[in-house]
């Protein structure tokens, strides 16, 4: 019995430290995700797009951006429930956004080096 619950107490063990380990790493891509998800939609394009990776900003100009977030609702409350981080890889993140009047949209993020190389927010809260 003694062997068993070892057993158990490590398997518990590393499960932890993998979950702290993802979480560390994906930090600092969450609160980029997070800014960038609160800038767009609450009229800051400007500073949302300027968290994109170059290439990205060259697919969406500021107007383009500018015009693609027009007339959404600002989200308040952002949670990231995914994480996964690969060396050498975008971390990706995927999650939900939700307004104050209870809209809610889905979220899946790309980040590496620090700048968002894919987003997805569906259905934009209008």
Known sequence: MKTF???VGGFVGFIVVVLV???FFSSGARDIAKDFVRKSSSGDTAGA???MHPG???QFTQEKFAQMFAGAKPYEKVTF???????GAPT???GTA???TGCMSKL???VYNDQITSFDIQPLCR
Do not use: C, M, Q
Request: no cysteine.
């Open 92 to 94: 990706v993140l995927e």
């Open 98 to 100: 939700t307004t104050a």
């Open 21 to 23: 380990a993802v979480s």
């Open 5 to 7: 619950l070892k057993i």
């Open 81 to 87: 429930n995914s994480a996964s981080v690969t060396a």
């Open 49 to 51: 797009h300027a968290l």
């Open 56 to 58: 990205l900003r060259d």
């Open 108 to 110: 899946k993020f790309e």
